[in-house]
């Protein structure tokens, strides 16, 4: 795959996490978090077999089921809205993913020489625009949904980031059960409120 | 036969196993409690070359276990630990039926205690930082049952902790293979950096506490307590680890100063944060966060002897937390959550005059008040303190006044004249919680008195970190 077209999938990944960032449109969130672990797979084949590297996007659209089947049973979700409005909440978290896009793009080439030599370019500014988007996400909003997408996101960048260094079996099976984990404990949190407690 | 089986695959099997009997509620507790107590007695007397004799047959054990590659280890060196984290459960299972907490309770508490027992076995230790991520996942359906919304400080929790696993787990990439390389290394500094980052966040330590007080407002106190009890002893155990194992790390300039610094500082936080509040489900945050400002103290002190006062706090600062999270939990149930702040608390010493006396009395415990069981750990802990400088002897001052002002505040609205009306509605404290109350009392007192019963049993747990035990 050509480098351009790696940093074609970057951004396209960033543009996702972004996306999740400004909107509030659950329907909108879950196929742009199905995206964003489409474009993390396709980074990661760069540097490791995709017979391995399937398992990531298998529980990454696990993940987004998950959450999507949890709010399509609350019935919560709304029909999509085409004509966008944004409210100045939405500018701002907008303003700033995009602030936090440009510095990744501009400091990646440096760290990368100084920090991680063996990560290549587009894999390290994506994992990284997916760390920093998702601690963005994180200390901006307090709605468990979106908490938990922003935990994702993190999450997400953090094992591509991780996985261009190292592989091991054990681990990926462990990040597999925390970001399942992570994803029913989402669904239970938003749930719970509709259930009575049983004892 | 495998010890790593024993200790974490056999509970983990029984806890998963009793999920579908979370609704018999009797059945639930005594399987835990019985399975509890036997690990906990095994792992007791088990003997250091790990083979039993018994009824004529000779069990050999051995201490690893391989899966894909990695290893779980417990070694005889573990063993105390492990028993010790057993009796806990069995502690916070007995009278877990008498509070509405979550029904998946006594399962999950036995799921919980074999991976935090897992966390300190496996190998590469780094490998311990995913588990728990897992071990908060896990934690989710206890803090925050169904039929009330997810706080603030639920959502944190979880944050921190996935923040913490990350830091910790990059640390370990960045350092494989440069074990024993200098201090001065940039490799070496970066690692560090995300190490004591990502221990900080997991172990709250300030200013990255603010969950801890925040939950305690949102959870079961019986369920706060036991899960933040867990955590924290293990916690300062991974510490050890890694400061036992590095020695980049030890040689860090200032890395104990700055321990017992923080240590003190968390202290006087804790202390003087507790004098201020109102809500006794906040307050046990604070009481936490001066434990675990304890903790890190005796670890800062660690080349001086500190460990052996670490050993000492263990247990009472465990049944500290069992009794301050027993008498809350009846008042808050008794109360239906308006018992616990003030001024719905006046007058309360009246109406259940054993459970407000429990309530101080463990704070005053927790606090190393003469003849109680935290006091004499604690007095090594301050006689030790200004060897690193007397200055550190002000955040002592600060976090113990603050504590004492709260206990005095306590006293003095539970002793108030209640509102008549809000006297006329509740019931006393039965039978069975006096009788609980008043032998976890007594025990305490005991330990504070005779401390040589029990407490140096405990020192056997830190006796694996050779590097860090005083030079002779």
């Not at chain 1, 999507?68 to 966008?84: K, N, R």
């Not at chain 1, 440009?102 to 290549?120: D, H, K, M, Y």
């Not at chain 2, 004499?376 to 200004?386: M, N, Y």
């Not at chain 2, 113990?400 to 006393?428: H, N, S, W």
């Amino acid at each position: 795959m050509s480098t351009s077209l790696q940093m074609v999938i970057v951004y396209t990944c960033l543009l996702m996490a972004l996306i999740n960032l400004v909107r509030r449109q659950w329907l909108v969130n879950m196929g742009a978090l199905a995206l964003q672990y489409g474009m993390v797979f396709l980074l990661l084949i760069t540097f490791r077999n995709p017979s391995l590297g399937i398992i990531k996007l298998l529980v990454g659209l696990m993940v987004t089921l998950v959450l999507y089947l949890t709010l399509v049973s609350l019935g919560t979700l709304q029909p999509l809205q085409y004509i966008f409005r944004f409210s100045l909440g939405e500018i701002f978290r907008g303003l700033a993913g995009i602030f936090m896009i440009i510095a990744v793009t501009l400091f990646t080439p440096g760290l990368r020489t100084e920090v991680f030599p063996l990560t290549s370019l587009p894999v390290l500014t994506a994992s990284l625009g997916l760390v920093i988007l998702g601690l963005l996400q994180l200390g901006m909003i307090t709605e468990p949904l979106y908490v938990i997408i922003g935990l994702l996101t993190f999450l997400s960048g953090f094992e591509l980031l991780y996985g261009s260094m190292e592989f091991s079996t054990v681990l990926e099976a462990l990040f597999a059960a925390v970001n399942l984990g992570l994803a029913l404990v989402g669904a239970y949190i938003i749930v719970k409120d509709e259930e009575p407690e049983t004892r | 036969m495998i010890t790593p089986v024993l200790f974490i695959l056999f509970p983990l099997a029984v806890g998963v196993a009793l999920m579908p009997l979370a609704r018999k509620p009797k059945a639930s507790v005594a399987i835990v409690c019985v399975a509890s107590m036997l690990l906990a007695a095994l792992a007791l007397f088990m003997p250091d070359d790990l083979v039993i004799q018994f009824a004529g047959r000779r069990f050999v054990f051995s201490e690893t276990l391989s899966v894909l590659g990695r290893q779980l280890t417990v070694g005889p060196e573990d063993l105390t630990l492990v028993a010790w984290l057993f009796v806990l459960n069995t502690l916070w299972n007995l009278p877990s039926r008498s509070f509405k907490i979550s029904m998946w309770f006594n399962a999950l508490s036995l799921i919980l205690t074999s991976l935090w027992i897992a966390v300190l076995a496996v190998e590469p230790f780094l490998y311990a930082a995913l588990i728990i991520e897992i071990i908060a996942l896990l934690s989710v359906p206890l803090l925050s049952p169904r039929g009330a919304r997810a706080g603030p400080g639920l959502l944190r929790y979880l944050i921190f902790e996935t923040l913490g696993m990350s830091m910790i787990l990059l640390s370990g990439l960045m350092l494989s293979g440069i074990e024993t390389a200098p201090s001065a290394s940039p490799l070496i500094l970066r690692a560090s950096m995300l190490i004591v980052f990502g221990l900080a966040i997991a172990m709250a330590i300030f200013p990255l506490h603010m969950w801890i007080p925040m939950l305690g407002k949102e959870s079961h106190p019986w369920v706060y307590t036991f899960l933040l009890g867990m955590s924290q002893t293990i916690l300062v155990v991974f510490l050890l680890v890694f400061l036992d194992r590095y020695a980049w790390l030890r040689g860090l300039p200032g890395m104990f100063q700055s321990l017992s610094l923080t240590g003190v500082i968390m202290i006087a936080v804790g202390g003087v944060f507790a004098a201020f509040q109102k809500d006794l489900r906040r307050v046990f945050g604070y009481v936490f966060l001066a434990e675990t400002g304890y903790a890190v103290l005796a670890v800062g002190l660690s080349q001086k002897g500190g460990l052996n006062d670490l050993a000492l706090l263990m247990m009472p600062r465990a049944l500290g937390y069992w009794l301050w999270g027993y008498a809350l939990s009846n008042l808050q149930e008794k109360g239906q959550g308006n018992l616990v702040e003030w001024p719905a608390l006046a007058g309360e010493y009246l109406r259940n005059p054993w459970i407000s006396a429990a309530l101080v009395f463990s704070l005053l415990s927790l606090s190393g008040t003469p003849l109680l069981a935290s006091f004499p750990g604690k007095r090594l802990l301050w006689f030790l303190t200004p060897t690193q400088g007397l200055s550190l002897l002000v955040g002592f001052a600060m976090g113990v006044g603050g504590m004492v002002v709260f206990i005095l505040r306590l006293i003095r609205v539970l002793i108030q004249v209640p509102d008549e009306e809000t006297y006329a509605d509740k019931g006393p404290e039965s039978v069975g919680t006096r009788v609980l109350l008043i032998a976890m009392m007594a025990l305490m007192a005991l330990l504070g008195t005779f401390p040589f019963l029990v407490l140096p049993y405990f020192t056997q747990i830190f006796s694996q970190f050779t590097q860090l035990l005083p030079l002779p």
